[in-house]
């Protein structure tokens, strides 16, 4: 049986969704049971998102396998089962790579290396490589859009995958942009028009039109894109703005989209089982309270920075039945003048839970162990990942253990007390590059300890890391003796996993990243327990409002 693919584009202006459609996409297929898996194409030329500015770029998302890739195929894990790793992006800077080392070791026999066919040819064996796992169908996102100098190569790609494989295996959906000009009160097709006559000007025929809109398409708007885009009336698909992304599949269901790729497909497939997405979004628009979260961090402003950190901490709230509450502090904000200086409590306060993501850099620590000392005092569940488990370690020396000058060498290489560091600094080992532990590690977890009751007792856990700097077990008896707890280390027990507080109503850091593994309908349980231990520190809070309240009525 031959292989099919959904191809994803996208036109007129970028961040119109491609990643979300085509987890969406990945979603509704895999809801009617069929296996699914998912790649992007990014058309820029560094060779992986490792070393670009979350500014720029947003998070890098790990899979297991240790490859850092594009915030996408956070959303492609989310939405779907789909076993990802780095055959699951590829950027032109890796592919031109590939084809360079092909070239320098003489596999292409002397001749000229041309884009067509060598690079196309790189970019369809990387599709026929991830589609070859068992997928009943790929999908297909190729970034950037219609025009793009750089994506030119790709477009050309899965045009010569239609030649090959025929039309009843192949489905080109193009996400486009239909504008509401509030002067005018109505919706402009035209964007919509120049981009599928764009993506026709390179042998593309677009099957199905995602019109991302503000408003519901009306029917005249509709059969107005179906005339002049040459599609079907019922492809023309409207991708209107949702309150929540978990919503999308669900639109997407009742336009009818999956019904309509399985059918161009020549596919069959049982009906969707939509059930538990359709609870999801009942919860999320129905929330019995709120929890309020103070997000730490360095990248605040761009909120990309922390994609999967965000929807993880969602995830535990619409498990709560909640909605959440994010407040993002730029941790610089919270420095003080000097050790008196508490006036940035002010800006902590009335926050239910207090998180403090990874980062890299010195910039702005300070403010963060400002944070994490507030909510180990006042007993604020505090939840501290990656650099957050690193600077609670730190406040911990600092503050409870008296070592004032406690530090990574990250931050002061110079330091007499180097709580976090690298590893092989004490082997004398220099290291440049590639020095990250990158990907899944196994966990062994401490019996009990608040991480071991987080995990349901197991005993043996697997997460993803991305960072350089460790917790120095040299401190260890210091630290644990005075009340720091480590629930979590490598099998070996060389690298440490978990710390937490015994004692407090929930302070946790862990050195890998969890947000990576969490799903809508499968939070991850320390996102979770931090969420209901959060909402638990509301309640109280609250009953001691009343409390208070009754006691200065009566007085």
């Not at 030119?152 to 193009?174: D, S, Y």
């Not at 993880?312 to 200086?341: M, Q, R, V």
């Not at 608040?450 to 401190?475: D, G, P, Q, V």
Request: charged share 25%.
């Amino acid at each position: 049986m031959s292989a099919k693919y959904v191809f994803v584009t996208g036109g007129v202006v970028s961040s119109l969704g491609k990643g979300l459609a085509a987890a969406s996409i990945g979603c509704l297929l895999e809801s009617r049971g069929l296996r699914v898996n998912l790649m992007k194409f990014d058309p820029y030329l560094n060779v992986d998102p490792g070393t670009m500015s979350p500014f720029q770029h947003g998070e890098v998302f790990v899979t297991d396998d240790g490859a850092e890739t594009d915030l996408d195929l956070g959303h492609y894990e989310r939405f779907t089962h789909a076993p990802l790793s780095r055959d699951n992006n590829l950027t032109t800077g890796r592919i031109y790579e590939q084809i360079i080392l092909k070239e320098r070791r003489g596999d292409y026999l002397g001749k000229t290396v041309q884009v067509i066919p060598h690079v196309t040819n790189e970019i369809k064996n990387a599709m026929r490589k991830v589609s070859a796992n068992g997928a009943d169908v790929t999908i297909v996102e190729i970034g950037g859009t219609v025009g793009d100098i750089e994506s030119l190569p790709f477009l050309e790609a899965i045009r010569q995958m239609r030649q090959e494989l025929g039309r009843e295996n192949t489905v080109f959906v193009h996400l486009t942009l239909v504008p509401w000009i509030a002067a005018a009160q109505e919706l402009k097709t035209k964007p919509t028009q120049h981009s599928v006559k764009e993506l026709l000007s390179i042998g593309i025929q677009a099957d199905i039109l995602l019109c991302r809109a503000d408003v519901n398409l009306s029917r005249e708007i509709k059969q107005k894109i179906a005339a002049f885009c040459n599609v079907e009336e019922r492809a023309v698909i409207g991708a209107t703005t949702v309150p929540s992304i978990y919503q999308v599949p669900l639109n997407f269901a009742e336009e009818g989209l999956d019904g309509l790729i399985l059918k161009y497909l020549h596919k069959e497939a049982p009906e969707a089982d939509l059930s538990r997405w359709k609870d999801l979004a009942h919860r999320y628009a129905n929330p019995k309270d709120e929890v309020k979260i103070g997000i730490v961090g360095k990248y605040v402003e761009y909120e990309d920075s922390y994609k999967s950190l965000k929807e993880a901490l969602t995830h535990g709230a619409l498990a709560e039945n909640l909605k959440l509450n994010i407040t993002w502090i730029e941790s610089e904000g919270l420095e003080s003048e000097s050790p008196d200086d508490r006036s940035y409590e002010s800006q902590l306060e009335g926050f239910d839970g207090i998180l403090v993501p990874g980062g890299f850099g010195k910039r702005g620590i300070e403010g963060m162990l400002n944070a994490i000392r507030y909510a180990r005092e006042k007993h604020v569940p505090y939840f501290g990942i990656c650099l957050g488990m690193q600077t609670a370690c730190i406040e911990f020396a600092r503050n409870v253990c008296g070592l004032k000058e406690a530090n990574s060498s990250e931050f002061d290489p110079s330091t007499p007390h180097r709580v976090i560091y690298k590893l092989r600094e004490l082997l004398g080992v220099e290291e440049m590059g590639g020095t990250m532990r990158l990907g899944a590690w196994t966990c062994i977890l401490t019996p009990e300890t608040l991480a071991s009751k987080i995990y349901n007792n197991e005993t043996e856990i697997s997460e993803r890391h991305r960072h350089r700097y460790e917790f120095n077990r040299e401190y260890e008896a210091l630290l644990t003796g005075a009340g720091l707890r480590i629930s979590g280390t490598t099998p070996d027990a060389t690298y440490v996993e978990i710390v937490e507080i015994p004692g407090h109503p929930f302070f946790i850091g862990c050195q890998f990243h969890p947000e990576f593994k969490s799903k809508p309908l499968e939070p991850h349980p320390l996102f979770h327990s931090f969420i209901a231990a959060s909402y638990k520190n509301r309640q109280t809070d609250s009953a001691k409002q009343v409390a208070n309240k009754t006691t200065s009525a009566r007085s």
